[in-house]
Nanobody, 124 residues
Framework: QVQLVESGGGLVQAGGSLRLSCAASGRTFSRYAMGWFRQAPGKEREFVAGISRSGTSTVYGDSVKGRFTISRDNAKNTVYLQMNSPKPEDTAVYYC?????????????????WGQGTQVTVSS
């Protein structure tokens, strides 16, 4: 079992920046590909960003490309989402997820474990 705990959410102004963290408790963090998803009120949970086990490969949802950056520090068992120039439409609950298989990382079903989520609110 892997426990995931997100932190760093809160209120941020449009054009500012915010960094989310996801701390993992498990035997070997580096064996999991990691992803970030988000869900706004009344909307489907959508893919935001994914990162490979080694951190050498990343993929982003179209709506955040060029603005958000996913990274990981395997020594700290932590994955991050750097949010630059956030927009009001980025407001959502952000979820961290872990995938042991590591394939099809843009798909919710590929993830084995999920965090509880952290709220991000972007004001205009």
């Amino acid at each position: 079992q892997v426990q995931l705990v997100e932190s760093g959410g809160g209120l941020v102004q449009a054009g500012g920046s915010l960094r989310l963290s996801c701390a993992a408790s498990g035997r070997t963090f580096s064996r999991y590909a990691m992803g970030w998803f988000r869900q706004a009120p009344g909307k489907e949970r959508e893919f935001v960003a994914g990162i490979s086990r080694s951190g050498t490969s990343t993929v982003y949802g179209d709506s955040v490309k060029g603005r958000f950056t996913i990274s990981r520090d395997n020594a700290k068992n932590t994955v991050y989402l750097q949010m630059n120039s956030p927009k009001p439409e980025d407001t959502a609950v952000y979820y961290c997820a872990a995938s042991y298989v590591g394939s099809e990382v843009t798909t919710k079903g590929t993830y084995n474990y999920w965090g509880q989520g952290t709220q991000v609110t972007v004001s205009s």
